[in-house]
Antibody, heavy 117, light 116 residues
Framework: QITLRESGPTLVKRTQTLTLTCSIS??????????VGWFRQPPGKALEWLAL???????RYSPSLKTRLTITKDTARNQVVLTLTNMDPVDTATYYC?????????WGQGTLVTVSS | QSLLTQPPSVSGAPGQTVTISCTGS?????????VHWYQQLPGTAPKLLIY???????NRPSGVPDRFSASKSGTSASLAITGLQAEDEAVYYC????????????FGGGTKLTVL
């Protein structure tokens, strides 16, 4: 059974760096074809794709946030980490990680991050 | 600004059929990339509703009723829901890939389905 769980701070201050961890189980980050993506969703707004990392460490980023985002994986610890620098109140959102195969078939429950000014 | 365009809202009465469109470009849907669809109920994470794989065959994950179907033509894709039920009221997102954006995944802005 594939599960993902996001963890990290619920409140950050403007200009700080956000670090979120996605802890996975039921699959291996080193298995061919596996990928994990990050998303966010501001309250009442649409889903936004942020980044994706593949089993072979290939990485993809949203063009609009590329300069602020970093995605990494720790295969031994079964974790995928997302960092977003220079946080601003507009970055307040629920952040999700999800397992990608054909589409994103398994999602974490999401974690709400609020940015204070 | 989403790179896949969906109508903000659609509605239908129970039992009716509704379709939700998703318009991309020649570098996304028009280039033959897979299109996937998600359903998001209030306060929950998105759920994969329909996915496409090799040769653009569409599939439904286990547990998704066959009232949901998808198609693709040119630079657009569509999600159809037949026999509309109250529980189908949700926001629906389409998802593809865009080769013009350094291999970026692209999502639609979401369509709110209201069951009248």
């Amino acid at each position: 059974q594939i599960t993902l769980r996001e963890s990290g701070p619920t409140l950050v201050k403007r200009t700080q760096t956000l670090t979120l961890t996605c802890s996975i189980s039921g699959f291996s980050l080193s298995s061919g074809g596996v990928a994990v993506g990050w998303f966010r969703q501001p309250p009442g707004k649409a889903l936004e794709w942020l980044a994706l990392i593949y089993w072979d460490d290939e990485k993809r980023y949203s063009p609009s946030l590329k300069t602020r985002l970093t995605i990494t994986k720790d295969t031994a610890r079964n974790q995928v980490v997302l960092t977003l620098t220079n946080m601003d109140p507009v970055d307040t959102a629920t952040y999700y990680c999800a397992h990608r195969n054909s589409g994103y078939g398994h999602w974490g429950q999401g974690t709400l991050v609020t940015v204070s000014s | 600004q989403s790179l896949l365009t969906q109508p903000p809202s659609v509605s239908g009465a129970p039992g009716q059929t509704v379709t939700i469109s998703c318009t991309g470009s020649s570098s996304s849907i028009g280039a033959g990339y897979d299109v996937h669809w998600y359903q998001q109920l209030p306060g929950t994470a998105p759920k994969l509703l329909i996915y496409s794989n090799t040769y653009s065959h569409t599939n439904r994950p286990s547990g998704v009723p066959d009232r949901f179907s998808a198609s693709k033509s040119g630079t657009s894709a569509s999600l159809a829901i037949t026999g509309l039920q109250a529980e189908d009221e949700a926001v629906y997102y389409c998802h593809s890939y865009d080769s013009a954006l350094s291999g970026s995944e692209v999502f639609g802005g979401g369509t709110k389905l209201t069951v009248l």
